[in-house]
């Protein structure tokens, strides 16, 4: 299940496969609410999915932790993949 840690970072905790499709929808919605263009957006979805494919593969479960950064152009505010661990 999912976890903010504090209001910029979010825990997925990865127990089986069926935690991949709520990890993948629920980054994929805050890449689009961050504002990030289609093709960044679409980057984002195949990283997820290798780095879930991974966790359950080489280590059965694991936890994803996703930052959401500021920046000083736009988009004001970005998305960024900080962990994966078992």
């Excluded at 991974?54 to 959401?68: D, F, Q, Y």
Aim: net charge negative.
């Amino acid at each position: 299940m999912e976890e903010w840690i504090t209001g910029r970072q979010i825990s997925f905790n990865i127990e089986d496969r069926s935690y991949l499709a709520l990890l993948k929808r629920e980054v994929h919605r805050l890449s689009v609410q961050c504002g990030l263009s289609e093709k960044k957006v679409a980057e984002i979805d195949i990283v997820v999915a290798e780095i879930g494919s991974n966790i359950i593969k080489h280590a059965g479960s694991g936890e994803v932790l996703v930052m959401l950064t500021d920046q000083p152009q736009p988009p004001s505010r970005s998305l960024a993949l900080i962990m994966a661990r078992a």
